[in-house]
């Protein structure tokens, strides 16, 4: 796909299938993932959790949940990518870089056909609940700064946005 088709095709899905996505589909996305700008080349003050255990994801989405008791802040999806990251060399980088590298993953996951939604709840649940983040095995002085969910939306997406510009563009 061409890469300014998969920019604009990526949308948010909030409802994903049981389908788990394939080994090989996971590991490109990851990949793509690890080729993202990041400040100061800082690579090392980041690491990448390729979440697929069911018992993991439930936990995760509980977690999440608890400001809205009943609701499914993973909506459903059957991987989740949570990027941790400890105090980069550069100072307040650290979501920046998230942005970056989660970005890339959901539009690799785009070219692939892969339904995708960037989380910020989760990144509440695992950050609010120790047990959580030790039982992903955060090192010491690691916190969650993103999350992205993967899958195969439940329901067709209606239709690709309109060709407009989202963002107020000043030309100077
Ligand atoms: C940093 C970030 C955090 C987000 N967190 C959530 C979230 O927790 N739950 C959710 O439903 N959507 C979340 N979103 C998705 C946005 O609501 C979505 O990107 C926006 O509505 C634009 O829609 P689009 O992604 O389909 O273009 C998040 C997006 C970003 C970039």
């Avoid at 095709?9 to 793509?32: P, V």
């Avoid at 690491?47 to 608890?66: L, Y």
């Avoid at 989760?122 to 992903?136: A, H, K, Q, V, W």
Wanted: charged share 25%; with cysteine; glycine share 8%.
């Amino acid at each position: 796909m061409n890469t300014l088709d998969a920019i604009k095709l990526r949308h948010s899905t909030r409802g994903f299938s049981d389908r788990q996505i394939s080994k090989e589909d996971l590991d490109a996305i990851l990949f793509a993932g690890g080729q993202a700008a990041v400040g100061g080349a800082d690579f090392k003050s980041m690491k990448i959790f390729a979440v697929q255990d069911p018992e993991v994801i439930k936990a995760i989405d509980e977690s999440s949940a608890k400001s809205r008791p009943g609701s499914h802040p993973l909506y459903g999806a059957p991987t989740l990518i949570v990027l941790a990251s400890k105090d980069s060399i550069l100072k307040n980088i650290e979501f920046t870089n998230a942005g970056c590298v989660l970005q890339n993953m959901m539009i690799a996951a785009t070219d692939l056909g892969i339904d995708s939604i960037y989380l910020w709840m989760s990144m509440y649940g695992i950050n609010n609940d120790p047990e959580l983040m030790e039982r992903l095995g955060f090192p010491e002085g690691f916190t969650c700064v993103g999350t992205v969910a993967l899958g195969y939306a439940a329901k067709e997406f209606p239709k690709p946005r309109a060709d407009e510009q989202r963002i107020e563009v000043i030309y100077i």
